[in-house]
């Protein structure tokens, strides 16, 4: 169980973490998402006592990280799989760990066979590829057999064998009753593993509750239509009960509705389409909707520029159109 | 303490701190036997403090290693799995300090046993080990590495950064504080309240002609007191240290 209570972080001017309280239940894979930059990272340094809070606190089972006397073995944690030293080996890199939470040597091979590193156990821990290192760092995190576990963006740049086995595993360890905490930017990921969600955007709690609610509420999509006589589409839309926004392609979109009803709207008034397209609102999109645009995209690049006359207007960001042309 | 046991470990498992220190002790025995090698007759006979000359050399060399130990797990991210494991950093601190000053001084007892006997093969009638003075110049060394490390881990928890340490530590030990002595008028008496000119005060200081530092007449301890102002010096620096590491995000 963690318990964060108005928890607060400031960087200088920036508000990382603002006022966040939450709760993580053991027995189910609790997600942790927000976009880059959101304070998922900061909010998980604080757990583990890392990073200073300006205000609030953190328990876990009841009490501050450091009041645990051997806290690994009450939170194991893969913040960042890079920590390691290089010219280390993964043995000895877990044996120093197990030395330091008072575990014997040997606790260190029983984690590295049960996350498959025997193998490569004598190898510096700088030659590994990304997902032997993520799977270091969560031998790392299971050293201590603990009734916590977190991970921040354990999936990250994982092929699909490594994210897959990753889920399975946090699922697993669930299922065995531990709290289960894990952070991603992906909604897609959080949506197969997480059955609890915890959202958080610019700092600040945005929801906490089952993922299904989430993910509906997030994918209330819409659907993109366009016609040459859009003029005369969007009344017949609007008069049976759907609401329809102009889109930066000219078209309009129809938020509600399905792609079936539409095209049926408009078979019906006799309306030639030209595009009928389920948008689907990506997570970025979903924040949009709940925040009014309060999210911070840390992936920047300039502040957007007037169109050039003549190039193609880009696409709204961040937008997945599922193939459902007809 | 499982700590220390940790901090055993992380220093034994990586080639760096047995290559640097294996260096220190083989410039200090090295350059110690070329020198003695050379003397000729003519030259007078071998001071004793001989076996101390490169004892600075080596000092930065171990204090590096020392430095390193710290700064590396900055580099790599493994202070903060240290910081995990044992969250009282004071303790997680002290614990490497526990580990790489008494490996500092183990390597410093290597050089300084080890000059002093090359140089009493070749030279066994001025190398005699008798007087306090002698033992000072020998075994001391041990002891100044050891407090130079304190003060190198110490620039470590407080810089972060291996560049950055290691070069504050070689300017301030080998070019600031001989070159403070410049100065005029004050030069010398600021020299004299320098920690590194009260460790060599401390080795070769009051035990003849021992090639020290050119202010040595001016300074305000006996080799002793140095020492004691020296561990002093170390001890506030790894005070500071802690309080910064314990404030700030790790």
Same mark, same amino acid.
């Given at each position: ?9 400031r ?5 990382a973490?603002d006022?966040l309280?939450f709760e993580v239940?053991?027995?189910v894979?609790t997600g942790?998402?927000g976009p880059n930059g959101?304070?998922?990272s900061?909010t998980? #340094? ?5 990073d ?6 953190v328990r876990?089972d ?6 645990h ?10 913040l960042?799989?890079?920590?390691v030293?290089?010219?280390r080996s /993964?043995?000895r890199h877990?044996?120093w760990?197990a030395?330091?939470t008072?575990?014997p040597?040997t606790?260190?091979?029983e ?5 498959g590193?025997?193998a490569?156990a ?13 799977r270091?760092g969560?031998a790392g /995190?299971?050293?201590g ?11 990250n ?5 490594g994210?897959?086995?990753i889920?399975?595993l946090?699922q697993?360890l ?11 930017h992906?909604l ?5 593993t997480?059955t609890?969600l915890?959202?958080?955007g610019?700092?600040r ?7 299904a609610?989430f993910?509906d509420?997030?994918s209330g999509?819409?659907v993109?239509? #366009?016609?040459?006589a ?6 017949v839309v609007q008069a ?9 392609s000219?078209g309009?979109?129809?938020t509600?509705a399905s ?11 006799g309306i ?6 389920q948008v ?5 999109e979903a924040?949009m909707?709940?925040t009014g ?5 840390t992936?920047?690049g300039?502040p957007?520029r007037p169109?050039?006359?003549?190039a193609? /207007?880009?696409?709204p960001a961040?937008?997945?159109r ?5 | 303490m ?6 055993r470990?992380k220093?034994?498992?990586t ?6 220190s294996a260096?220190? *002790?083989?410039i200090?025995i090295g350059l110690t036997?070329?020198v003695? =090698?050379?003397w000729?007759?003519?030259?007078g006979?071998?001071?004793?403090a001989v076996s101390?000359?490169?004892a600075?050399?080596g000092? *930065? %060399?171990?204090?590096v290693m020392?430095t *390193? ?10 202070i903060?799995?240290?910081f995990?494991?044992?969250?009282n ?8 300090a526990?580990v790489?000053?008494?490996?500092a001084g183990?390597?410093? &007892?290597?050089?300084?046993f080890?000059?002093?006997g090359?140089?009493w ?5 001025s190398?005699?080990?008798s007087?306090?003075?002698e033992?000072?110049?020998?075994a001391g060394? @041990?002891l100044?590495?050891?407090?130079? =490390?304190?003060i190198a881990?110490? %620039?470590g %928890?407080?810089?972060?950064?291996t560049?950055g340490?290691?070069?504050l530590l070689?300017?301030?030990?080998l070019? %600031?504080?001989?070159l403070?002595g410049?100065?005029?008028?004050v ?5 004299s ?7 060599t005060?401390f &080795? ?8 020290a530092v050119?202010s ?6 006996g080799?002793?007191g140095s020492l004691a102002w020296? @561990?002093g010096?170390?001890?506030?620096l790894m005070?500071i240290a802690?309080a910064?590491?314990?404030r700030?995000?790790a």
């Amino acid at each position: 169980m963690i318990e964060v209570r108005g928890l607060t972080k400031r960087y200088r001017s920036t508000l990382a973490v603002d006022d966040l309280t939450f709760e993580v239940r053991p027995g189910v894979v609790t997600g942790f998402l927000g976009p880059n930059g959101a304070g998922k990272s900061t909010t998980m #340094r604080m757990v583990l006592d890392l990073d200073r809070p300006d205000a609030g606190e953190v328990r876990i089972d009841g009490r501050p990280y450091r009041d645990h006397a051997r806290p690994m073995r009450t939170v194991g944690a893969l913040l960042d799989a890079k920590w390691v030293h290089p010219n280390r080996s /993964a043995r000895r890199h877990l044996q120093w760990m197990a030395a330091a939470t008072g575990l014997p040597a040997t606790r260190a091979d029983e984690v590295l066979e049960l996350v498959g590193l025997t193998a490569v156990a004598g190898k510096r821990a700088g030659t590994f590829s990304l997902g032997m290192a993520q799977r270091l760092g969560i031998a790392g /995190a299971l050293l201590g057999d603990p009734p916590v576990l977190m991970f921040d963006e354990p999936v990250n740049g994982l092929d699909p064998e490594g994210i897959r086995w990753i889920r399975t595993l946090m699922q697993g360890l669930a299922a065995e009753g531990r709290t289960v905490f894990v952070s991603s930017h992906l909604l897609s990921e959080m949506a197969l593993t997480a059955t609890e969600l915890v959202v958080i955007g610019r700092g600040r709690l945005i929801s906490h509750g089952p993922t299904a609610a989430f993910v509906d509420g997030a994918s209330g999509s819409s659907v993109l239509v #366009r016609s040459p006589a859009i003029t005369d589409l969007v009344p017949v839309v609007q008069a049976a009960g759907f609401g329809v926004t102009p889109d930066p392609s000219g078209g309009a979109r129809v938020t509600g509705a399905s792609t079936e009803q539409i095209g049926e709207l408009a078979a019906a008034a006799g309306i030639v389409l030209h595009e009928l397209t389920q948008v689907r609102g990506s997570l970025e999109e979903a924040f949009m909707q709940i925040t009014g645009g309060d999210v911070e995209f840390t992936a920047g690049g300039p502040p957007p520029r007037p169109p050039v006359p003549g190039a193609p /207007a880009p696409g709204p960001a961040g937008t997945h159109r599922s193939e459902v042309q007809r | 303490m499982s700590a220390v046991a940790a901090e055993r470990i992380k220093l034994m498992s990586t080639r760096s701190p047995w290559w640097t220190s294996a260096v220190a *002790v083989v410039i200090v025995i090295g350059l110690t036997a070329v020198v003695v =090698a050379t003397w000729s007759p003519a030259d007078g006979s071998v001071p004793f403090a001989v076996s101390g000359y490169f004892a600075t050399f080596g000092m *930065v %060399v171990v204090m590096v290693m020392a430095t *390193v130990s710290v700064t590396s797990e900055y580099r790599f991210g493994t202070i903060r799995t240290t910081f995990q494991a044992v969250p009282n950093r004071t303790a997680a601190l002290l614990a490497k300090a526990a580990v790489v000053v008494p490996v500092a001084g183990v390597v410093g &007892l290597l050089a300084g046993f080890g000059s002093w006997g090359v140089a009493w093969l070749i030279s066994p009638t001025s190398m005699s080990l008798s007087t306090g003075a002698e033992w000072r110049v020998v075994a001391g060394i @041990a002891l100044v590495w050891a407090v130079g =490390a304190v003060i190198a881990l110490a %620039v470590g %928890v407080l810089v972060r950064q291996t560049a950055g340490a290691v070069t504050l530590l070689l300017v301030w030990v080998l070019l %600031v504080e001989n070159l403070i002595g410049l100065i005029p008028r004050v030069g010398a008496d600021i020299q004299s309240w320098l920690p590194f000119v009260n460790a060599t005060n401390f &080795l070769t200081g009051g035990g003849g002609d021992a090639g020290a530092v050119p202010s040595m007449s001016t300074m305000h301890f006996g080799p002793w007191g140095s020492l004691a102002w020296f @561990a002093g010096v170390a001890v506030v620096l790894m005070a500071i240290a802690l309080a910064v590491a314990n404030r700030r995000d790790a």
